[in-house]
């Protein structure tokens, strides 16, 4: 059964993400916007792109906003903005989802991985000891729906290493009063339909307060020119269309409504679960206002777990599943089982509940039903 399936009775399987619930909410105002992109014919850096920029800006309390395809091509075009490429070396935290390195491979630089800490963000401290001459940006990844320790990085890498925050998971979030997205350098963001902040396909963003990246990246976003038939430099096609742009600006509106509906979905499980001394809930950074894009517990015999709860009708993920290290696209980089310990350790104990704006108490209550039954089985 799809992740991506409703439960509409209290017997239903209960998805991991359900999205029908916001689109429900927004049909109307997305149908209608729709509609109007495709009367204008403006499909791709229309009006509507212009618009939400303007307004993602704004939401994360930056300068600049870029739309762009896809959250991977927020991180790769970011570094090649920031001129980052062949010789140069950029540090990014084994525990991550595959864009944050392929962005840097995709930008010609070398890849440095470092571990991540109990809390599963960047080990600061690990950074540290990585930095050689040859470093020229570090990306804290913001996980599962909080930032990354942005401040102390930028304590340890001092001024000219460039700060990059994968903001993907993030949207709404903020850190020491901070709104993710305007918390380093320069901001990437995803709309991969699952995110807090979903399109309807793929799209992405870039925020920033430096207007010379903000510039370069709408030539490289564009075949490498802002003017037609007029390439500065040579770039690539990655364009946020109108209609993702349009749908976009409506269910950021609705974002902070939706936020809070996961933050309450986080509280009941903490609830029920709180007194399951076999599983490790997640909990909020200090400084760090949550946004729980996803909702990752740890538990032993992870496996017979999964499979448990699937059998029950729940629906769970694995975020991630393997380290980028022990990943085969990235072998070359000769680092083999024990170069991560905690990255290593925790992967194979994560899991991924359901959460979503509309989970309801009754299918929550289930969930903690069968991962109690689930737990209370082990070693049996």
Known sequence: MSNLTRADH????????DLRPQQDRVATEVRDAVQAVLESGAYVLGPPVSRFEEEYAAFCGTD????VGNG???LHLALRAAGIGSGDE???PANTFVATAEAVVLAGAELVLVDCDEDLLIDVDAAAARLTPRTRAVVGVDLYGQAAPFERLR????PDVLLVEDGAQSQGGARHGRPTGSLADVAATSFYPGKNLGAVGDAGAVTTDRADLATELRKLRNHGGVERYRHEVVGTNSR?????AAVLSIKLTHLKEWNAQRAAVADR?????GDLPQVVLPRTVAGNEHVWHLYVVRVPERARVQQALADAGIGTGLHYPAPIHLMPAFADLGLGPGSFPVAERTAGQILSLPMYPGLTAVQQERVAAALVAAVSELGS
Do not use: F, K, N
Not at 269 to 273: E, I, P, Q, S
């Open 10 to 17: 209290p017997e239903d399987p209960v998805p991991l993400v």
């Open 64 to 67: 600049h906003c870029v739309g």
């Open 72 to 74: 991977t091509d927020a």
């Open 90 to 92: 950029v540090i990014v």
């Open 155 to 158: 304590a340890v890498v001092g």
């Open 240 to 244: 946020l269309d109108s209609i993702q």
């Open 269 to 273: 499980y903490a609830a029920l679960l």
